[in-house]
């Protein structure tokens, strides 16, 4: 399957800006730069960042075990989603699948591109795809299914089954938001890439890196999506202090990888302990750094938390989320408070 028919016309014939950075390819040392109307005052940021992200790709490539061609970084997942959504569907034409309950972004992002936002809604107990009427309500105008997994906010991984059902039968490009693989027992479909030209993975430094503050996402597609992608990124998307920090802080992975394994730990000691407050009705199985429990009255007890300080999420208003929190597993300290004041409401 080739997806070259899925690309907007216009994106597909587009010359892409050419900066000062990208024409020139000789190597950068000992050169005086007086091609890009810089400060030329050293202060370390002065001159504009690297637009293909090379030390970093290479970094990320090593760790993630796939080419640099097949990576594309955005100014966190946000803007890899967004930029996906620009290179796919046609305003007013296209349209992209949803499964609620999920994040929020695609619906917002495909509104701000006039995209039309087709939903069909998890299953009722186990929150799984429903193939059947995904691929009814798909249209020969749908260009884009998002899928979640592990899934925000109810917690939970899709059956790869399902997934590969998908990813087979959709007739347009599939994309998985791993935003939470790290937490996951499930394995990350970056490993199977090869098998799927429709297939792309987006992952993010935000959540199990410790990393939201300096706004990276990670896209990982065919060399024919990511080619494309980098036509109509903005050049510069990346900044410099991002690039810096996100080379350093990946070198400590066994600093993150214990971070997790605590994480997880905490998760499970705190859905022990919910257990045990009369008002939650019922508490969700998690593969992320979260928790969704179903309580007596949502709005009251968020309320109440916040009394108290403690600010969580409240999720009633999503579908199959009726009374539903999303409660952020943070440190032991802070989950141990979050365990006290529940009991004490
Ligand atoms: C948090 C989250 C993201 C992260 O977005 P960034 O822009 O990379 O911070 C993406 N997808 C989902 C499902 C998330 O929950």
């Known amino acids: 399957m080739s997806i070259q028919h899925l690309i907007r016309p216009s994106i597909k014939s587009l010359k892409p800006y050419a900066s000062a950075r990208d024409e020139f390819k000789g190597n950068k040392e000992h050169l005086t730069f007086l091609d890009a109307n810089e400060n030329p005052f050293e202060n370390g940021i002065n001159r504009y960042p690297d637009p293909q992200q090379k030390e970093l790709k290479a970094v990320i490539s090593k760790l ?5 061609e097949q990576i594309l970084l955005g100014n966190g ?3 890899v989603l967004d930029l996906l959504i ?9 349209n992209i699948l949803i499964l609620p309950p999920t994040y929020g972004m695609y619906e917002v992002l495909a509104n701000i591109n006039a995209v039309e936002v087709l939903k069909i809604n998890l299953s009722e107990s186990a929150f799984q795809p429903q193939n059947t009427a995904v691929l009814n309500t798909a249209s ?4 884009i299914l998002f899928l979640c997994s592990p899934n925000n906010p109810t917690g939970n991984s899709f059956e790869a089954d399902r997934v590969e059902f998908l990813l087979k039968n959709f007739k347009g490009i599939v994309v998985i938001d791993e935003a939470y693989i790290d937490f996951s027992n499930e394995e990350s479909w970056l490993s199977r890439l090869k098998e799927f030209p429709n297939l792309v993975v987006v992952q993010t430094l935000s959540k199990a890196y410790g990393m ?10 065919s060399e024919a999506i990511i080619a494309t992608l980098n036509k109509i990124k903005p050049p510069y998307n990346i ?15 066994d600093l993150v990888q214990s971070q997790i394994m605590s994480l ?33 009255d949502a709005s009251k007890r968020y309320q109440q938390l916040i009394e108290n300080g403690i600010v969580i999420r409240n999720r009633t208003t999503q579908p199959l989320c009726e009374n539903c929190l999303r409660l952020t597993i943070g440190t032991t300290e802070e989950n141990m408070k979050l365990i006290e004041t529940l009991k004490q409401l």
């Not at 939201?212 to 990670?218: D, E, K, S, W």
């Open 64 to 68: 993630k075990n796939i080419p640099v």
């Open 77 to 79: 997942s946000d803007e």
């Open 86 to 94: 620009r290179m796919f569907c046609e305003p007013n034409i296209d």
């Open 140 to 143: 020969a105008n749908s260009k």
């Open 212 to 221: 939201a503050g300096i706004r990276l996402g990670m896209c990982f597609a």
């Open 239 to 253: 900044n410099e202090l991002t690039q810096i920090s996100a080379i350093e802080q990946l070198q400590k992975a």
């Open 264 to 296: 997880i730990n905490e998760r499970e000691l705190l859905v022990r302990s919910l257990d045990q407050v009369a008002f939650i009705k019922k508490i969700y199985p998690s593969n992320t750094n979260f928790v969704m429990i179903k309580v007596d």
